[in-house]
C-alpha cells in the first residue's frame, strides 16, 4: 500500500512518459544477443501492461490506425513529384527491397539501428531527421514538418521494415562516437525538473510495473515509436511524447529535434537494447 501511494503522489498531474509500444505481433520480451544470451534482459515492452483489446488493435495492420499514414507515406516514398525529380525508391528499392536498390542501402534495420552518429553536425540523428535530410539534400525540397502526417508516416513505414528485429545501441562503450550524447541523455533522465520536481527514472525506473490509478507503469521504452495513441487521437512521435510528459511535471518542453531530445532518445535506445522494433503501434 505504501508503494502505491508513494507512486501516485510522484505521479500527481504528471502523465506517463513514453508510452512503450508494440506492433506486429507485439513480444514484451528482450532478444538475446551475441551467443544467445541478452546484456539486458530486465527490459520489458510497455505492449504487456497494454489492455487485450488495445493489443488487439496493435497487432492487426487491418485495425491499426497507423496505417492509413502508412500509406500515405508509400505514395511519398515512390513519388518524383519533387525539385529533384527522384523518389526515396530510386535510391532504396521497395520499402521491404533487402538489397537496398542501387544505393544499397535498404530500410530495413534503419528502426533498429538508430539514433546514428551525423558526422557532419557531430550529434545523433534519428529517423525523422535523416528522412528530411534526404528529403532536403537528394529531392531538393522543404522537409516535413517534424509532427506532420508525412513525417508520421514516412517514419512509420521505415521503421516497420524492421519488426522484430532487437534494438542496438552501444552509445554506452566510451568509444563510441554517439557516447557523448548518450552522457548527456543519461542525465537529462535522471535529473529532476519542473514544479513537480520529477525525474524520468522517477516513474520508469522506480516504478516500473506499479499501479497509478488504473495504470500500470511501464518502462517508459521507445522501440515502438511512432505510436498512436488514443489520447491523442492520432498517431505522435517519440519527441511529441518527451515534451508531453515535461509540460505535465510543470517542466519545460524542448524543440522536436533539439539536441536535448536527440541525446535522451540516444539514451532510451540503449536502455532498450535488445528489445524487437514494434512499430508503429497502439497505446492508451
Not at 485495425?63 to 529533384?84: C, F, K, T, W
Not at 552518429?117 to 514538418?145: D, S, Y
Amino acid at each position: 500500500m505504501k508503494k502505491l501511494i508513494t507512486a501516485a503522489i510522484a505521479l500527481s498531474g504528471a502523465g506517463l512518459l513514453l508510452a512503450a509500444c508494440v506492433a506486429g505481433g507485439g513480444s514484451s520480451m528482450s532478444s538475446t544477443g551475441e551467443n544467445g544470451i541478452s546484456d539486458n534482459p530486465d527490459a520489458w515492452s510497455g505492449y504487456k501492461t497494454a489492455t487485450a483489446e488495445t493489443q488487439a488493435m496493435n497487432d492487426d495492420d487491418f485495425e491499426n490506425p497507423v496505417m492509413p499514414y502508412v500509406d500515405l507515406a508509400a505514395g511519398i516514398y515512390n513519388s518524383r513529384d519533387n525539385a529533384g525529380k527522384i523518389s526515396c525508391a530510386d535510391c532504396h528499392g521497395a520499402p521491404d527491397d533487402a538489397t537496398g536498390g542501387r544505393s544499397g542501402i535498404p530500410m530495413k534495420g534503419v528502426g533498429a539501428n538508430y539514433p546514428r552518429f551525423n558526422a557532419e553536425t557531430g550529434k545523433p540523428i534519428n529517423v525523422e531527421l535523416q528522412i528530411n535530410k534526404c528529403r532536403e539534400e537528394r529531392q531538393v525540397e522543404k522537409g516535413f514538418k517534424y509532427e506532420g502526417d508525412e513525417m508520421i508516416g514516412m517514419t512509420a513505414l521505415v521503421r516497420m521494415q524492421s519488426r522484430g528485429m532487437p534494438v542496438v545501441s552501444k552509445a554506452a562503450d566510451p568509444a563510441n562516437e554517439l557516447h557523448a550524447a548518450w552522457t548527456a541523455g543519461k542525465e537529462f533522465y535522471y535529473q529532476r525538473r519542473g514544479q513537480l520536481d520529477m525525474a524520468c527514472s522517477n516513474c520508469h525506473e522506480d516504478h516500473a510495473g506499479d499501479l497509478i490509478r488504473a495504470e500500470t507503469l511501464s518502462q517508459g521504452q521507445s522501440n515502438g515509436f511512432p505510436t498512436y495513441r488514443f489520447k491523442w487521437q492520432k498517431p505522435g512521435t517519440l519527441h511529441r511524447r518527451f515534451a508531453g510528459c515535461n509540460k505535465n511535471i510543470r517542466a519545460e518542453a524542448f524543440g522536436r529535434g533539439s539536441d536535448e531530445y536527440l541525446n535522451l532518445e540516444t539514451y532510451l535506445a540503449w536502455r532498450g537494447r535488445g528489445l524487437p522494433v514494434e512499430a508503429p503501434s497502439v497505446r492508451k
